[in-house]
């Protein structure tokens, strides 16, 4: 039985992880901590886990407690991390971080996108970006795991195949997506109250959202070149769920590729991928298709028989997005079956 700690359990993403967790057959939460929350019964602050968890409650965090389980989740916001991951790895305690953190490889890349130094830049080398699809090895033998944001998730996996095989023009890269309330955490916030969201859509962040250069460290590892990326996040008045069209130009040495050759690369990619579908040609992915579920769903289009690629993607923003891909990460690193706890289809209507 894999013992679990999770550092920052009241928000959206540690709630989550509680769900997901409950099912699995060989993992327990023993240690959820919460400065605010200490004393309270997780099921009183969350009553869809009675039955669960009942007997569990917020702790003030205590690295001893920590250190005596095999892995720490941190559902924290930025910059918390910094301070006790260390520690818990000298104790032998492996790490997967749901925030920022460890994701980009530039301590001061990070500081300049997060406003603050980097507080453990001797772990940026170590530390394993979890996107399944790309470093399940690594991830296997990891101490350290980043686990990717929610939108860099849609993305990237909307446009690998393209960019490993060097198909696409690697500059004029457009990312438009969409994301519901709940990506902006459980914390008070005018935007997010259902008064000011419903009825309504803004862009938000333009140019300047803390996920762009995440998304393009991964599309330039990818593309072994670096890459020119526009990306527009949207706020939507949805609960959960990302929504990803990205527009792509192919090369002029591939424009002569079918659709047929484009829907079997994209196939072929993810043959072996437990948590990607790829949806046949011209299909339009639905977020509620994906609510609950650990999946990123993909359509691949292309207008009138141009050199343009719109690929569309979809995930659920607390599940594959975050927590659910957190899970994932978990089962590779110690050899369980990697959907373990993770076999919820979506939720519909």
């Given at each position: 039985m894999i013992k679990i700690g999770i550092v920052g359990g009241t928000g959206y993403t540690g709630v989550e992880l509680l769900r997901l967790l409950a099912s699995h057959p060989n993992a327990q939460v023993e240690v959820i901590?919460?400065?605010?929350?200490?004393?309270?019964?997780?099921?009183d602050m969350y009553p869809n886990l009675r039955g669960h968890y009942s007997n569990l409650f917020f702790t003030e965090p205590d690295v001893a407690l920590l250190a005596?389980?095999?892995?720490?989740?941190?559902?924290?916001?930025?910059?918390?991390?910094?301070?006790?991951?260390?520690?818990?790895?000298?104790?032998?305690?492996?790490?997967?971080?749901?925030?920022?953190?460890?994701?980009?490889?530039?301590?001061?890349?990070w500081a300049r996108w997060y406003g603050q130094p980097h507080g453990a830049p001797e772990l940026l080398t170590e530390a394993v970006y979890g996107l399944p699809e790309v470093a399940r090895k690594e991830i296997k033998t990891a101490r350290l795991i980043a686990v990717p944001g929610c939108y860099p998730t849609a993305v990237q996996l909307g446009l690998l195949p393209l960019f490993e095989n060097n198909l696409v023009e690697t500059q004029g890269i457009i990312a438009d997506c969409k994301s519901g309330v709940s990506g902006a955490g459980r914390g008070t916030n005018l935007g997010?109250?259902?008064?000011?969201?419903?009825?309504?859509?803004?862009?938000?962040?333009v140019g300047k959202h803390r996920h762009h250069p995440e998304i393009t460290q991964g599309l330039t590892s990818a593309a072994g070149q670096s890459v020119g990326l526009t990306f527009v996040p949207h706020l939507t008045p949805m609960i959960r769920g990302?929504?990803?069209t990205l527009y792509v130009r192919l090369s002029p040495a591939n424009q002569e590729?079918?659709?047929?050759?484009?829907?079997?690369?994209?196939?072929?990619?993810?043959?072996?991928?437990?948590?990607?579908?790829?949806m046949p040609w011209n299909s339009c992915p639905e977020t509620r298709s994906?609510?609950?579920?650990?999946v990123c769903r993909i359509g691949l289009h292309r207008p009138q028989g141009s050199d343009l690629i719109i690929v569309l993607a979809v995930i659920d923003n607390l599940v594959k997005g975050a927590s659910g891909q957190a899970v994932q990460n978990m089962n590779i690193m110690f050899g369980q079956d990697e959907l373990a706890g993770?076999?919820?289809?979506?939720?519909m209507p």
């Open positions: 901590t919460s400065r605010s929350e200490a004393g309270t019964c997780v099921a005596a389980c095999d892995v720490v989740f941190f559902a924290t916001p930025h910059g918390v991390a910094h301070a006790l991951a260390g520690e818990l790895l000298n104790a032998g305690t492996r790490v997967i971080d749901l925030s920022a953190d460890f994701r980009l490889k530039d301590a001061a890349e997010s109250l259902f008064c000011e969201a419903a009825e309504s859509m803004k862009a938000y962040a990302i929504h990803a590729l079918t659709d047929i050759q484009l829907q079997e690369l994209f196939e072929a990619r993810y043959k072996n991928e437990p948590c990607v579908d790829i994906v609510r609950g579920a650990n993770l076999t919820y289809a979506g939720l």
